[in-house]
């Protein structure tokens, strides 16, 4: 019977799950000690999706349930924060998915019927997700009594495996419904012939062109004048072009907690002491990994790979297993070096493997006997490369007898690697990787060096107890002396201490320069203009990494379009280009007349003509240039030796002139439809989705509860 291991190890190849999680802290007892039911659901309501309400409930036990799932698939109990906020995502795109999309597949009557879904679990059209997990490794074939059998025991089976199963049936469910909603759309989408035809003259032609530009910045700010008037009229014919989201301007100051000169001081002490204890251990991997700050590290180096001052300590002066290099002072550590070993190595190694995958206990212990097995006929005289072909489940290199070519140092796990680079010429060896169970031949070995292995003994420099006191009782005292934006600007300018500035938006997690900075974020949403941000701790100190932080809120904006004077720098911008188009339109037109050759107009504007070759209508830039789709399709679409009328590009003004044409000779309509109409079917299923999705309202307050 399939086991829950076989399903994590191989179902998370398929099912797009979103990984990690780590629960927000977030308290929920005032909340249900007031009011009544309703002021309570209005409380709870994280968010509402075409009028249905999202209540926090809800929707952090789905989080948990895919939570749950992500343990299974991952083997892991702990989850991180970064992963939490990934799930978060996943289950509010997905609960849009099912509102928005649900009623359109209940009118259109697509579902997945009992006698489908058994089709795609157990029937002749098996869903890969399913053959993956039920593979007999023995034969490549899906073993349908398998499947049968883990079925018939389901309700038997370890609850989370059962969970695990279930969730996968509703992925598969989901992902067929999709699918026939997308071929339903893809019917209904066509390329006429005339279309194609079309398409294929614009793809065959392409086009040598001259150009002439006048570069907008040939125009100073001083020969053009720019009202008032101006800027509101533009301001008001384009809001769309200034929308602006929910954000808030967070001006703060950093307390670092750095360490002392105590702290060095004991971090020097420490390294001293146990010098001696060092030296005198012969279990150098054991004692690093107790004591030291970085664990130990196997890597095998040559005398160049190492510091010069340790090369030359091993490699020239000829230092020994019994022997100590410093301590010494590196990158805000302090280290004493040992070696562990010296050995003749190889830089490189040629080998063959054969991998044997296992999945749960009773597996492991077969493909141990397995590979013991076939160790022993290897030794006896059997062929190495048959018997990959046979039973390696690296298919990769099976096919070619399980090599895997010649490697250096670094390129595969360290296992595979120690086991490969230990072995002698043609010596066949078993280790044991994340990867299944590996009997490694070393073929070949290149010529070889005296290498070492070092052990390194660190002590982090890092701030102690009193250095954090005193850090926060700076923070603290100018947290308490300064209560408003006015005294904290004047505190600043006072105390000579450098502000920080961050734009932030309401669902952001990140401020450059600060750790962990989701708390900052959305305190900073709870408070008003001018007040100094307090944390939920109801504090005015953030402790966010190794500093505190006290920060005020400067100002915010909403979301809609924004206010004039918050956008006036970006549409004198605007007005600014316009109106020297408007002024370089009226030189263009007067040099060009009545004349038709390139090179007198560009003499009479002062520059040179250009040229652009081999255009045509899929061209993304002009030569030298940049975009310019305005001035390539004009280009394409002249007649030759004909001078185009003034053209206002994103860089300049153009007059264009096309001087030949060179046609090509693709007359496959019945291609190019084809290639039209796959290019209108891709991403069908966003397309129709996302046009669903912007006819509906998505209200998001996931950002109040995490």
Known sequence: MATLQK?????????????????????????????????????????????????????????????????????QNQIDEETWVQLREETWQSMINDIVMGDVYEKLSISVSQEELFDLIQGSNIHPYVQQLFINP?????????????????????????????????????????????????????????????????????????????????????????SETDLRNFYNDNKDEFLQENTRRIEYVTFAVNPSTDDYKTAENWINDIKDDFQATTENEQFVNSNSDISFDGTWYKKENLPEAIGNW?????????????????????????????????????????????????????????????????????????????????????????SVGWFSRGQMVQPFEDAAFNNARNEVSIAVSQFGIHIIKTTNLSRLSRQVQVAYLIKNVVPGTRTYQEAYAQASRFASENGSKKDFDAAVIEQKITKNVATVLENDRQIVGLENARLLVRAAFE????????????????????????????????????????????????????????????????????????????????????????????????????????????????????????????????????????????????????????????????????ARKNTVKIVDRRSKFY
Do not use: C
């Open 138 to 226: 023995n034969t490549g074939q899906v073993d349908r009594s398998n499947i049968m059998n883990f079925l018939r025991n389901l309700d038997s089976v370890d609850p989370s495996q059962k969970q695990y199963w279930l969730y996968l049936e509703q992925q598969i469910i989901k992902e067929r419904i999709q699918l026939k909603y997308s071929n339903m759309v893809a019917k209904g989408l066509y390329v006429t012939s005339k279309k194609a035809q079309s398409s294929l003259e614009e793809r065959n032609k392409q086009v040598n062109a001259d150009f002439v530009m006048l570069n907008y910045n040939s125009v100073t700010d001083n020969e053009i004048v720019v």
């Open 314 to 402: 091993i490699f020239e002066e000829g230092a020994d297993t019994t022997q100590i290099y410093g301590p010494y002072f590196e990158e805000e550590s302090y280290k004493l070096v040992k070696i562990n070993t010296i050995k003749m190595m190889p830089d490189s190694v040629e080998a063959s493997h054969i991998l044997l995958q296992f999945n749960s206990q009773p597996e492991l212990l077969a493909m141990q006997a397995l590979a013991d097995s076939l160790k022993t006929e290897i030794d006896k005289g059997s062929d190495f490369a048959r018997l990959a072909g046979l039973y390696s489940q690296d298919q990769a290199s099976a096919i070619t007898g399980g």
């Open 7 to 75: 399903i994590r190890t191989k179902a998370g190849l398929l099912v797009t799950i979103v990984i990690g999680i780590s629960l927000a802290v977030f308290v929920l007892g005032d909340i249900f000690s007031q009011g009544n039911s309703l002021f309570q659901r209005r409380q709870l309501k994280i968010g509402e999706i075409d009028g249905e309400s999202i209540q926090y409930p809800d929707f952090q036990q789905k989080v948990e349930e895919l939570g749950e799932i992500y343990r299974v698939n991952t083997q």
């Open 527 to 690: 408070t008003e203009v001018g007040d100094i941000i307090q944390s939920i701790e109801d504090t005015p100190i953030f402790e966010l990494g190794n500093n505190y932080v006290v920060a005020v809120l400067a100002g915010k904006t909403d979301k809609g379009t924004a206010p004039f004077e918050d956008v006036k720098a970006r549409v004198e911008l605007s007005v600014v280009k316009n109106k020297k188009s408007e002024l370089l339109l009226e030189k263009i037109n007067k040099a060009v007349a009545d004349k038709t050759d390139m090179d007198e107009i560009a003499t009479e504007l002062g520059v040179t003509v250009q040229n652009a070759s081999s255009i045509n209508f899929n061209s993304p830039q002009l030569t030298g240039v940049g975009l310019e789709p305005a001035v390539i399709g004009t280009a394409v679409s002249l007649d030759i030796d004909k001078i185009s009328n003034p053209i206002v590009g994103n860089n300049g003004v153009f007059i264009v002139k096309a001087i030949s044409v060179n046609q090509m000779n693709d007359q496959d309509i019945e291609m190019e439809k084809t290639r039209l109409e796959q290019d209108l079917i891709f991403g069908t299923l966003q397309k129709t989705f996302n």
